[in-house]
């Protein structure tokens, strides 16, 4: 999962396995939830977003799954393949004076080993 | 072609000097942002603007300035006053408050070194 440093969490899978990234958020009154993809010296790419009155949602080969009890956030990649090798960020907007704002968490880095 | 253009990709500058960052959206948000990006960390909101002619401050705003003088533009300026201006910086836009919250879309960076 990802925690506060300058040493980001690793996850090293095999092609074709499934991969699960882990976010834990402290603000137990933000609303909305979403993942990016991030490549060296590239910009984020949106993957998939979530509302609080949700708790699973799915896209094309990812879930994220919402644990509102914990502050919990996952993400789901089904048949990890070499291209999804990358830094994965969750981000949380906490609705409110916060209207628009996203807090980003620390990030995880995916390595897929063919 | 819609999307966000940040110019230039690489910058040069030298310590004392300001220097303005340029972002540029055809996709008619009405939200921009700045964020500021650190070797392995994570996004960090320097400025945002939800409408045009308005913005607030992020969390690390101090030794910036922003102008929302355009509906597609938002550039931001480095000044001599921000302590450590090495990084790479971000822009993103969303559709804003009238679509409610939602997705916010990344231009591909400006890597701002300073020497």
């Known amino acids: 999962g990802e925690s506060v440093g300058l040493h980001l969490p690793t996850l090293s899978v095999q092609e074709g396995d499934n991969s699960i990234i882990n976010c834990a958020y402290s603000n137990s009154a933000s609303d909305y939830f979403i993942w990016y993809k991030q490549e060296s010296g590239k910009g984020p790419q949106f993957i998939i977003d979530?509302?609080?009155?949700?708790d699973k949602r799915q896209g094309q080969r990812v879930t994220v799954l919402l644990n509102k009890t914990v502050k919990h956030l996952s993400l789901q990649i089904a048949a990890t393949q070499p291209g999804d090798s990358a830094v994965y960020f969750c981000?949380?907007?906490?609705?409110?004076?916060?209207?628009?704002?996203?807090?980003f968490g620390q990030g995880t880095i995916l390595t897929v080993h063919p | 072609d819609g999307g966000i253009t940040q110019s230039p990709k690489y910058l040069f500058r030298k310590e004392g000097q300001n220097v303005t960052l340029s972002c540029e959206q055809n996709l008619n948000h009405d939200a921009m942002y700045w964020y500021r990006q650190d070797p392995g960390q994570g996004l960090r909101l320097i400025y945002y603007?939800?409408?045009?002619?308005?913005?607030q401050k992020g969390d690390i705003a101090e030794g910036y300035s922003v102008s929302r003088e355009k509906k597609e533009s938002f550039p931001l300026t480095v000044t001599s006053a921000q302590k450590n201006p090495t990084a790479f910086y971000l822009c993103?836009?969303?559709?804003?408050?009238?679509?409610?919250?939602?997705?916010?879309?990344f231009g591909p960076g400006t890597r701002l070194t300073v020497t």
């Open positions: 981000a949380e907007n906490a609705g409110g004076t916060s209207y628009g704002k996203l807090t």
């Open positions: 603007s939800q409408i045009v002619n308005d913005f």
């Open positions: 979530i509302r609080s009155n949700m």
């Open positions: 993103a836009s969303s559709k804003g408050r009238l679509a409610g919250v939602n997705e916010q879309y």
